[in-house]
T-cell receptor, first 114, second 115 residues
Framework: DAGVTQSPTHLIKTRGQQVTLRCSPK?????VSWYQQALGQGPQFIFQ???????QRGNFPDRFSGHQFPNYSSELNVNALLLGDSALYLC?????????????FGEGSRLTVL | GESVGLHLPTLSVQEGDNSIINCAYS??????FIWYKQESGKGPQFIID?????DKRQGQRVTVLLNKTVKHLSLQIAATQPGDSAVYFC??????????????FGAGTRLAVHP
């Protein structure tokens, strides 16, 4: 049973460009959350998708957007990249009706903005 | 691999000793508190959680203690092993009132286990 998979694992962009990151949740999971982890810090919640809609959002600008597909996979899009967007982007999935906070994380996509 | 927690507080222990990692949280309305382990180059991995109406929960070699009076959470690891070396994060889950598994992570503590 594959866990959460993310792609790409590493990518380099320049300021002003746009990026799309992809995530496939663990089998049987219907909810996908995205987190940003700057070097040396804990993950910060970006948003969460459930039933193809954004259910919750953290304190991130509108440049960050996402999508969830009928097969529960998800994309994170970031427009007009800034140097400060350089971070590890983590996708996490959870099963239906989960409320305890047990999330299953992928290994992340490391974004470097030059 | 990735280097997680370059400037985090570090707890150094000898193999076989018990480790205690502490965390202060901020939101009294949190419904669950969770500990995650993150090894270099990997995503966080769930260790154990505790609901806000409990003060202690035990797992395999780990115990989580919750003190709501002082908003303090701790993770105890028994007989620490080299494989326990990682960065440990506590997280708060506000639950339904906070929106279904929206986790607020702490800054993290690096655990270094020496032979």
């Amino acid at each position: 049973d594959a866990g959460v998979t993310q792609s790409p694992t590493h990518l380099i962009k320049t300021r002003g460009q746009q990026v799309t990151l992809r995530c496939s949740p663990k089998s049987g999971h219907d909810t996908v959350s995205w987190y940003q982890q700057a070097l040396g810090q804990g993950p910060q919640f970006i948003f969460q998708y459930y039933e193809e809609e954004e259910r919750q959002r953290g304190n991130f600008p509108d440049r960050f957007s996402g999508h969830q597909f009928p097969n529960y996979s998800s994309e994170l899009n970031v427009n007009a990249l800034l140097l400060g967007d350089s971070a590890l982007y983590l996708c996490a999935s959870s099963p239906p009706d989960s409320t305890s906070g047990e999330l299953f994380f992928g290994e992340g996509s490391r974004l470097t903005v030059l | 691999g990735e280097s997680v927690g370059l400037h985090l507080p570090t707890l150094s222990v000898q193999e076989g000793d018990n480790s205690i990692i502490n965390c202060a949280y901020s939101n009294s309305a949190s419904d669950y508190f969770i500990w995650y382990k993150q090894e270099s180059g990997k995503g966080p991995q769930f260790i154990i959680d505790i609901r806000s109406n409990m003060d202690k929960r035990q797992g395999q070699r780990v115990t989580v203690l919750l003190n709501k009076t002082v908003k303090h959470l701790s993770l105890q690891i028994a007989a620490t092993q080299p494989g326990d070396s990682a960065v440990y994060f506590c997280a708060e889950n506000l639950g339904e009132s906070g929106g279904y598994n929206k986790l607020i992570f702490g800054a993290g503590t690096r655990l270094a286990v020496h032979p």
